[in-house]
């Protein structure tokens, strides 16, 4: 059975899923504090509904879910600067509106409707070099903006208010966040699909909180965490023959279960060992 | 100016000596955050012209950075994980250019702020962790550490305790003696910076009195303001202001 796994299409799934995890946990990060987890979920299914367009007119599916998610973006970062309207309420009805576009499409391109349906719950086994070549410089771009501009996340996150009067250009930088989720999910249609993209970008960055006192504690946490969950669903999957993207969503929530459990945050202690030290002083009273 | 297609302040006319002490008091909606917004040039006016140090700060936003702004507390999530140090360095840091490194020169000056604030034990703490009163001295200390020549404060003293209440207001009257900032901060607590301040302003959409604080103290131009019967009384020699009200 390992053998399987030295494979070269084995080696390029893992790296697939690592990238795509790596990026996606750390837009979470900013995603999840901001409050905005859902609009990387309605972004997801904006760009599912983009490469289902683009195979039904003959485009490159990247492409295509690349320009409509980027679109979703800029308009939901527009719709939240205006606030005449909620944002979650934008979000439902973009988020109803595209799945149903993305629904469509695929029945209509029903020579295509198998590529489409990889989109929906992904196919890391199958990704391609030529694939795998632009999702890892599409990873690692968005890995290194966010790297590059760590501190202004931090800052917009923590008081946008105090921020712009410090003089940052909050607006540019939100923006920025998430034309960076909207790559970021686009990575993800291909190696996980839409449906899971939204566990790769809220997970993570969920498990990590309960452990953080940081962000940058938080960003590295939300980094093992999917590091892990990918390779133990990577090996898990293999062993029983069950879909990669969908064994890794499994051991994401288990995991989250587990964070739950151990929470710093929810038992007041400052890191985990102290955590197990208030744990056991409770038992043996 | 404007907020919503609602004017929210009209007919304000009104100049700042360096250094002072000013206090803008007024009731909720009065405008009080929308002036701090608008000198920041956060908040452009429709007609007029606003000149912060002699700049203004809609055309130039570079004078932002002379300025250390204090925002309401409770508009800040507490949940956020982000260490006290961070916090204060944000004042500095915040205020540079790309890449925003912080040099020795940095954490020196954001340890000083720390120290004076009494909040350099919670150096590496997480801001969650710490009460209200910590957490107000966090803002302060971090807008200090900018070296602002004007501190703007809204409601600094809202929701703490009265050591933290004391020590923000002693410690503010010495940033205008000894460092010649001009501080203007927006509060509810009138009677806390009575004896500090070297002019209050008491606002409703409008400057309803602006001048010494012994001048404008009168409880026809206070209760004009609150729009409710203000008193003010004699204690110790002190006058204290009762009965206001800050809903209109």
């Given at each position: 059975?390992?053998?399987?796994?030295?494979?070269?299409?084995?080696?390029?799934?893992?790296?697939?899923?690592?990238?795509?995890?790596?990026?996606?946990?750390?837009?979470?990060?900013?995603?999840?504090?901001?409050?905005?987890?859902?609009?990387?979920?309605?972004?997801?299914?904006?760009?599912?509904?983009?490469?289902?367009?683009?195979?039904?007119?003959?485009?490159?599916?990247?492409?295509?879910?690349?320009?409509?998610?980027?679109?979703?973006?800029?308009?939901?970062?527009?719709?939240?600067?205006?606030?005449?309207?909620?944002?979650?309420?934008?979000?439902?009805?973009?988020?109803?509106?595209?799945?149903?576009?993305?629904?469509?499409?695929?029945?209509?391109?029903?020579?295509?409707?198998?590529?489409?349906?990889?989109?929906?719950?992904?196919?890391?086994?199958?990704?391609?070099?030529?694939?795998?070549?632009?999702?890892?410089?599409?990873?690692?771009?968005?890995?290194?903006?966010?790297?590059?501009?760590?501190?202004?996340?931090?800052?917009?996150?923590?008081?946008?208010?105090?921020?712009?009067?410090?003089?940052?250009?909050?607006?540019?930088?939100?923006?920025?966040?998430?034309?960076?989720?909207?790559?970021?999910?686009?990575?993800?249609?291909?190696?996980?699909?839409?449906?899971?993209?939204?566990?790769?970008?809220?997970?993570?960055?969920?498990?990590?909180?309960?452990?953080?006192?940081?962000?940058?504690?938080?960003?590295?946490?939300?980094?093992?965490?999917?590091?892990?969950?990918?390779?133990?669903?990577?090996?898990?999957?293999?062993?029983?023959?069950?879909?990669?993207?969908?064994?890794?969503?499994?051991?994401?929530?288990?995991?989250?279960?587990?964070?739950?459990?151990?929470?710093?945050?929810?038992?007041?202690?400052?890191?985990?060992?102290?955590?197990?030290?208030?744990?056991?002083?409770?038992?043996?009273? | 100016?404007?907020?919503?297609?609602?004017?929210?302040?009209?007919?304000?006319?009104?100049?700042?000596?360096?250094?002072?002490?000013?206090?803008?008091?007024?009731?909720?909606?009065?405008?009080?955050?929308?002036?701090?917004?608008?000198?920041?040039?956060?908040?452009?006016?429709?007609?007029?012209?606003?000149?912060?140090?002699?700049?203004?700060?809609?055309?130039?936003?570079?004078?932002?950075?002379?300025?250390?702004?204090?925002?309401?507390?409770?508009?800040?999530?507490?949940?956020?994980?982000?260490?006290?140090?961070?916090?204060?360095?944000?004042?500095?840091?915040?205020?540079?250019?790309?890449?925003?490194?912080?040099?020795?020169?940095?954490?020196?000056k954001a340890r000083q702020v720390a120290r004076l604030l009494e909040?350099?034990?919670?150096?590496?703490?997480?801001?969650?962790?710490?009460?209200?009163?910590?957490?107000?001295?966090?803002?302060?200390?971090?807008?200090?550490?900018?070296?602002?020549?004007?501190?703007?404060?809204?409601?600094?003293?809202?929701?703490?305790?009265?050591?933290?209440?004391?020590?923000?207001?002693?410690?503010?009257?010495?940033?205008?003696?000894?460092?010649?900032?001009?501080?203007?901060?927006?509060?509810?607590?009138?009677?806390?910076?009575?004896?500090?301040?070297?002019?209050?302003?008491?606002?409703?959409?409008?400057?309803?009195?602006?001048?010494?604080?012994?001048?404008?103290?009168?409880?026809?131009?206070?209760?004009?303001?609150?729009?409710?019967?203000?008193?003010?009384?004699?204690?110790?020699?002190?006058?204290?202001?009762?009965?206001?009200?800050?809903?209109?």
């Amino acid at each position: 059975m390992l053998e399987v796994l030295t494979q070269p299409f084995m080696i390029k799934a893992l790296i697939a899923v690592i990238l795509s995890g790596s990026a996606s946990a750390l837009i979470g990060v900013y995603m999840v504090l901001r409050g905005l987890s859902s609009i990387g979920a309605a972004i997801a299914h904006v760009a599912l509904a983009g490469a289902a367009i683009s195979l039904l007119t003959g485009l490159d599916p990247v492409v295509g879910a690349l320009i409509l998610s980027l679109v979703f973006a800029l308009l939901s970062g527009y719709g939240e600067e205006k606030g005449e309207v909620k944002a979650d309420m934008t979000i439902g009805v973009l988020f109803g509106f595209s799945t149903a576009v993305a629904a469509l499409a695929i029945s209509l391109s029903s020579p295509y409707a198998a590529s489409a349906w990889r989109f929906l719950i992904g196919d890391v086994l199958g990704v391609t070099d030529n694939e795998l070549l632009v999702l890892a410089v599409m990873s690692l771009a968005v890995i290194g903006v966010i790297t590059l501009f760590k501190m202004e996340f931090k800052y917009i996150t923590f008081d946008p208010e105090g921020s712009s009067a410090m003089g940052l250009n909050v607006r540019f930088y939100r923006y920025l966040l998430l034309v960076l989720t909207a790559v970021s999910m686009v990575v993800n249609l291909r190696v996980v699909g839409s449906i899971l993209s939204v566990a790769f970008i809220a997970i993570p960055a969920v498990v990590a909180y309960q452990f953080s006192h940081s962000f940058e504690e938080m960003g590295k946490i939300s980094f093992l965490t999917i590091l892990i969950s990918s390779i133990l669903g990577f090996l898990v999957s293999v062993m029983l023959n069950l879909p990669t993207s969908a064994v890794v969503g499994v051991i994401l929530s288990v995991g989250y279960l587990i964070s739950i459990k151990l929470s710093v945050k929810r038992r007041k202690c400052k890191s985990i060992i102290q955590c197990f030290r208030v744990v056991r002083e409770h038992h043996i009273k | 100016m404007v907020l919503n297609q609602q004017p929210i302040l009209e007919d304000l006319s009104f100049s700042i000596v360096e250094p002072s002490f000013v206090a803008v008091v007024g009731p909720n909606g009065a405008g009080k955050t929308t002036l701090l917004k608008t000198m920041l040039g956060i908040i452009k006016p429709v007609e007029g012209e606003i000149r912060v140090l002699g700049r203004n700060p809609v055309e130039d936003p570079g004078v932002r950075r002379l300025v250390g702004y204090v925002p309401q507390r409770e508009r800040i999530d507490p949940l956020i994980p982000v260490l006290v140090k961070d916090i204060i360095l944000m004042g500095r840091l915040a205020k540079k250019r790309f890449p925003r490194r912080a040099t020795s020169e940095d954490l020196e000056k954001a340890r000083q702020v720390a120290r004076l604030l009494e909040v350099d034990q919670f150096w590496e703490e997480s801001y969650a962790h710490l009460s209200g009163g910590q957490q107000q001295r966090v803002l302060v200390a971090r807008a200090l550490a900018s070296e602002p020549s004007l501190l703007l404060l809204d409601e600094p003293f809202s929701a703490v305790d009265t050591p933290t209440t004391q020590l923000l207001v002693r410690l503010l009257r010495e940033l205008v003696d000894k460092s010649g900032v001009t501080i203007i901060l927006v509060t509810h607590e009138i009677n806390v910076l009575l004896k500090h301040i070297d002019r209050l302003m008491l606002l409703n959409r409008r400057i309803i009195a602006f001048g010494k604080p012994d001048e404008v103290l009168d409880e026809a131009l206070l209760t004009e303001t609150f729009l409710k019967r203000v008193q003010v009384v004699a204690s110790d020699g002190e006058r204290i202001v009762t009965g206001v009200s800050y809903h209109a």
